[in-house]
């Protein structure tokens, strides 16, 4: 069984580089049609897709925060990595990774989570 474990800092002050970090254990981030995804849930609001990197290492992006996103992987690590520039009070929220077997934009989709951290961007 896949697991994945969120790691970062919980407190961010605006204008600032977001840096997350996803372990993956029970499986490898190069399995053939597996998609690793970032996805956010800001307090009292839905699930967000923020981006995903393929096993290929190919990525897509949510064209809303794209201009701030990168993800990357470090496959001997077997980790994935999020960085969203120039934060501001609006991206306080739960981060979440997920592994999907398809390249989908819908949260839903992905079946496997990790436990979420917390992110609070404040000065």
């Known amino acids: 069984q896949v697991q994945l474990l969120e790691s970062g800092p919980g407190l961010v002050k605006p204008s600032q580089t977001l840096s997350l970090t996803c372990s993956v254990s029970?499986?490898?981030?190069?399995?053939?049609?597996?998609?690793w995804s970032w996805i956010r849930q800001p307090p009292g609001k839905g699930l967000e897709w923020i981006g995903y990197?393929?096993?290929?290492?190919?990525?897509h992006y949510n064209p809303s925060l794209s201009s701030r996103t990168s993800i990357s992987r470090d496959t001997s690590k077997n980790q994935f990595t999020l960085e969203l520039s120039s934060v501001t009070p609006e991206d306080t929220a739960m981060y979440y990774c997920?592994?999907?077997?398809?390249?989908?934009?819908?949260?839903?989709?992905?079946?496997?989570w990790g436990q979420g951290t917390q992110v609070t961007v404040s000065s």
């Open positions: 990197i393929a096993y290929t290492g190919s990525t």
């Open positions: 029970g499986g490898s981030i190069t399995t053939m049609y597996a998609y």
């Open positions: 997920a592994r999907g077997p398809r390249p989908s934009v819908v949260a839903r989709e992905y079946t496997n």
